[in-house]
């Protein structure tokens, strides 16, 4: 069992690779306008270049939208173990990418 927290995952996300995935969607512009639209902390604007804000209501769709793919490279990766059988027998890569479950919550 992995339970992993991805460090820095929001103020880190790249915009242009999270936008590059969401396409020609009709909300693109909107998005890019609320990722670039920047803070204001203590008195000062600060330009957004990379991450969003983690208390944001779309962060949680943003994040798993940037995430996307994940699932599919730890299958990969699955399939790369060294996993054995009680009688010590390497076991199928299908099996070990069944043995793998993949939960995403965000707290």
Excluded at 43 to 58: A, D, K, R
Excluded at 62 to 90: P, S, V, Y
Aim: aromatic share 8%; net charge positive.
């Amino acid at each position: 069992m992995l339970d992993a927290d991805i460090s820095k995952c929001f103020d880190r996300i790249n915009h242009d690779v999270l936008l590059g995935k969401i396409g020609h969607s009709p909300y693109r512009r909107l998005i890019k306008q609320w990722l670039k639209s920047g803070v204001v902390y203590k008195n000062h604007f600060l330009e957004t270049m990379e991450g969003m804000p983690q208390s944001g209501v779309i962060s949680p769709l943003l994040a798993n939208i940037a995430l996307h793919g994940m699932e599919e490279r730890l299958m990969e990766f699955a399939k790369t173990l060294d996993m054995k059988n009680n009688h010590g027998r390497q076991i199928g890569w299908q099996a070990k990418v069944r043995s793998l479950t993949l939960v995403r919550y965000e707290s």
